[in-house]
């Protein structure tokens, strides 16, 4: 059974940085798309940003794109996202995801993926 634990969410100031994690276990991954979403309240859930297990490729949206960056470590299997220049609007609750990775591309719809985490709290204070 796939289980995800995020950790490393908090309370930080903008313009301040934090790491989460993503600590997979009870399954292969090598076949699969790794996904970080967001949700904020009173909003659909978002794609921030994936990475394909096996090459290490990556896909991020727009609004994070040069200040989050996802990567993951094989041995340990754990997949991280680091964040930096954080502002008020990135504040939501984070989520670690799993796909198999069916498509050529990383997919960013939440409905493709199969685990989930449940979730780490990130605020940003302006």
């Known amino acids: 059974q796939v289980q995800l634990v995020e950790s490393g969410g908090g309370l930080v100031e903008a313009g301040g940085s934090l790491r989460l994690s993503c600590a997979a276990s009870g399954h292969t991954f090598s076949m699969y798309d790794m996904g970080w979403f967001r949700q904020a309240p009173g909003k659909e859930r978002e794609f921030v940003a994936g990475i394909r297990w096996t090459l290490g490729t990556i896909r991020s949206a727009d609004s994070v794109r040069g200040r989050f960056t996802i990567f993951r470590d094989v041995a340990k299997n754990t997949v991280f996202l680091q964040m930096s220049s954080l502002r008020p609007e990135d504040t939501a609750i984070y989520f670690c995801?799993?796909?198999?990775?069916?498509?050529?591309?990383?997919?960013?719809?939440?409905?493709?993926?199969?685990?989930w985490g449940q979730g780490t709290q990130v605020t940003v204070s302006s």
């Open positions: 995801a799993a796909s198999l990775a069916r498509t050529a591309v990383i997919t960013i719809r939440s409905e493709d993926y199969d685990h």
